[in-house]
């Protein structure tokens, strides 16, 4: 995953003294969610008070997201801030097939909202937050 990928390179950066990290292409844009407000999307889906014991026939598919658009970079960026490495990230190694083919996705969130009264609460250093943490009790 580009998360995991990105804290490996940058403990290693910051240990060794290194000024840059070199990172596939960053510019591709996603729908960064954290893992929390996945588990609390799934749990709106599920109550005894959701449409039909949960979502509505005419709505068989759900979208959970923030529905903020942010760039790898930014994503890199922040665990980079995190990690307190403060030297270049260039974008020089290979990148994933996906990313190149699909340079922005971004999900609608209206209908969980609507339908589930549901909306993600933690933001992109909140999910950097969390990332650099878990990889750090995992001993990453």
């Not at 729908?31 to 039909?52: E, H, K, L, T, W």
């Not at 665990?79 to 994933?96: D, Y």
């Not at 589930?116 to 933001?123: C, I, T, Y």
Request: charged share 25%.
């Amino acid at each position: 995953s580009l998360p995991g990928a990105a804290v490996q390179r940058l403990r290693r950066a910051v240990a060794a003294g290194e000024a840059t990290i070199e990172m596939g292409p960053l510019q591709t844009v996603r729908d960064f969610v954290d893992v929390r407000d996945i588990g609390a999307a799934v749990v709106a889906a599920c109550r005894p008070d959701a449409p039909a014991g949960g979502p509505a026939p005419a709505a068989p598919v759900i979208n959970v997201g923030t529905g903020r658009p942010h760039t790898s970079r930014e994503l890199v960026e922040s665990l980079a801030r995190r990690l307190g490495f403060r030297g270049a990230i260039t974008e020089r190694a290979a990148g994933s097939d996906r990313s190149a083919n699909v340079p922005w996705m971004v999900a609608d969130v209206s209908l969980a909202a609507r339908v589930l009264g549901w909306r993600a609460v933690h933001d992109l250093d909140s999910i950097a937050d969390l990332v650099v943490g878990s990889e750090a009790a995992e001993g990453r």
